[in-house]
Nanobody, 126 residues
Framework: QVHLVESGGGSGQAGGSLRLSCAAS????????MAWFRQAPGKGREGVAA?????????LYAASVKGRFTISQDSANRALDLQMNSLKPEDTAVYYC??????????????????WGQGTQVTVSS
């Protein structure tokens, strides 16, 4: 089992940058596919980006963030980051870190993920 804690949320201006981090603790023997999801007010949760460094994944991105966001995962599966550039007001949401253990696939499908963080708020003003 793994425990996930997000940090780095906050407020930013359109066109600016923010960086989110997710620290994983608990099971140190299992590799995990990991991802970022977000949920805007009044909307369902959507996948943003996913990665599995142990299998050489460079990252899978939602079309809405491709080219602006970069996901990275350390080789020990202890940390997951999301660098968010060229922010837009529509990026405003609660962002969640998620993980599912190997064998796993790099996916933005929410039901595939077993473990979730508590979420961190990102607010982008125009």
């Amino acid at each position: 089992q793994v425990h996930l804690v997000e940090s780095g949320g906050g407020s930013g201006q359109a066109g600016g940058s923010l960086r989110l981090s997710c620290a994983a603790s608990g099971d140190t023997t299992t590799n995990y596919c990991m991802a970022w999801f977000r949920q805007a007010p009044g909307k369902g949760r959507e996948g943003v980006a996913a990665i599995y460094t142990a299998r050489g994944s460079n990252g899978l991105y939602a079309a809405s963030v491709k080219g602006r966001f970069t996901i990275s995962q350390d080789s020990a599966n202890r940390a997951l980051d999301l660098q968010m550039n060229s922010l837009k007001p529509e990026d405003t949401a609660v962002y969640y870190c998620a993980a599912h253990p190997d064998p796993c696939i790099v996916t933005l499908s929410e039901p595939m993920y077993n473990y979730w963080g508590q979420g961190t708020q990102v607010t982008v003003s125009s």
